[in-house]
């Protein structure tokens, strides 16, 4: 189903909102890019050691010569049927800041409306495209879990892992065209910083913390997209072709479609997971 381009999903917005926490979320929307600050500047490097918390920012990597015409992928991602239960855990180490409460553990988060979060959508057969390296990707520890789940930053580009939570952590990724990472991260240690060359996703955990699970998404091209807590996703500006579009999520697997992707048109492309 194709519509006329919608001017806020083909142009630049900008847009300031609150979050469930009440934290101010600023975002701006540009063929190819995505940023969004969780309060602060966003200057990490002006944190003060031991008692700031670094500020988490979140971005989507991006062409280093974006372009502004081409259309416009957009789409939900529904679980079909009774969504799962949801798997718990205890805490058992470090619970004065872990807690002691029973917890989710994140790998399928289903809305009310059955739409999956944590999807990664990517254009498979995208042109090449060089990338920005200077736009970094980010994941925080807090409250000893990865923040946000899913992460996506561009091949060649600095990862950076935040250790908000004052205590030990260890990186350890799980890799396999990337060479792996395995780093203990202090509680002095704020920022520890890889750089992944090979496009790829693949799981980081803590081996400290054995609930702590994330997934690093490394972009050879900006036609990506994570959806979000209703399951939806949209990726602007992508060139006019045929393509084959992927589904993955880390418990569901992995679907793919055709697509035809007309310049300067909507493209709607929802698909669903089941059991």
Same mark, same amino acid.
């Given at each position: 189903? &194709? %519509?006329?381009?919608?001017? %806020?999903? *083909?142009?630049?917005?900008? +847009?300031?909102?609150?979050?469930?926490?009440?934290?101010?979320?600023? #975002?701006?929307?540009?063929?190819?890019?995505?940023? =969004?600050?969780?309060? @602060?500047?966003?200057?990490? $490097?002006?944190?003060?050691?031991?008692?700031?918390?670094?500020?988490?920012?979140?971005? =989507?990597?991006?062409?280093?010569?974006?372009?502004?015409?081409?259309?416009?992928?957009?789409?939900?991602?529904?679980?079909?049927?009774?969504?799962?239960?949801?798997?718990? /855990?205890?805490?058992?180490?470090?619970? &004065?800041?872990?807690?002691? +409460?029973?917890?989710?553990?994140?790998?399928?988060?289903?809305?009310?409306?059955? @739409?999956?979060?944590?999807?990664?959508?990517?254009?498979?057969?995208?042109?090449?495209?060089?990338?920005?390296?200077?736009?970094? @990707? *980010?994941? %925080?520890?807090?409250?000893?879990? !990865?923040?946000?789940?899913?992460?996506?930053?561009?091949? @060649?580009?600095?990862?950076? /892992?935040?250790?908000?939570?004052?205590? !030990?952590?260890?990186?350890?990724?799980?890799?396999?065209?990337?060479?792996?990472?395995?780093?203990?991260?202090?509680?002095?240690?704020?920022?520890?910083?890889?750089?992944?060359?090979?496009?790829?996703? /693949?799981?980081?955990?803590?081996?400290?913390?054995? #609930? =702590?699970?994330? #997934?690093?998404?490394?972009?050879?091209?900006?036609?990506?997209?994570?959806?979000? $807590?209703?399951?939806?996703?949209?990726?602007?500006?992508?060139?006019?072709?045929?393509?084959?579009?992927?589904? #993955?999520?880390?418990? /569901?697997?992995?679907?793919?479609?055709?697509?035809?992707?007309?310049?300067?048109?909507?493209?709607?492309?929802?698909? +669903?997971?089941?059991?």
């Amino acid at each position: 189903m &194709e %519509d006329e381009p919608r001017r %806020d999903r *083909m142009n630049g917005v900008n +847009s300031t909102v609150k979050d469930e926490g009440g934290r101010v979320i600023r #975002w701006m929307v540009v063929c190819g890019i995505v940023v =969004m600050g969780c309060g @602060g500047s966003g200057n990490d $490097e002006n944190a003060e050691p031991g008692t700031a918390d670094v500020p988490l920012e979140i971005t =989507m990597p991006v062409a280093l010569n974006p372009t502004t015409t081409g259309g416009t992928i957009q789409g939900a991602v529904l679980f079909d049927g009774s969504p799962p239960p949801v798997k718990t /855990f205890d805490p058992n180490k470090d619970t &004065e800041v872990c807690g002691t +409460s029973e917890r989710g553990t994140e790998d399928v988060l289903i809305g009310a409306n059955s @739409g999956i979060k944590n999807v990664v959508v990517s254009v498979t057969n995208a042109p090449i495209t060089e990338m920005d390296v200077s736009v970094k @990707g *980010m994941a %925080d520890q807090k409250g000893c879990m !990865f923040t946000p789940r899913v992460v996506q930053v561009a091949a @060649g580009a600095p990862m950076v /892992f935040l250790n908000n939570d004052r205590i !030990f952590h260890n990186i350890h990724t799980r890799a396999t065209v990337n060479p792996p990472v395995n780093k203990a991260q202090p509680k002095f240690m704020k920022r520890l910083v890889a750089t992944f060359s090979e496009p790829e996703i /693949f799981e980081v955990v803590c081996d400290v913390h054995s #609930w =702590m699970k994330g #997934w690093i998404v490394v972009q050879e091209h900006p036609y990506f997209a994570v959806t979000d $807590e209703n399951g939806q996703f949209t990726m602007p500006c992508i060139p006019a072709g045929i393509y084959t579009l992927r589904y #993955w999520h880390e418990t /569901f697997g992995e679907q793919t479609t055709e697509v035809t992707v007309t310049d300067q048109k909507i493209l709607t492309a929802d698909i +669903s997971f089941s059991e």
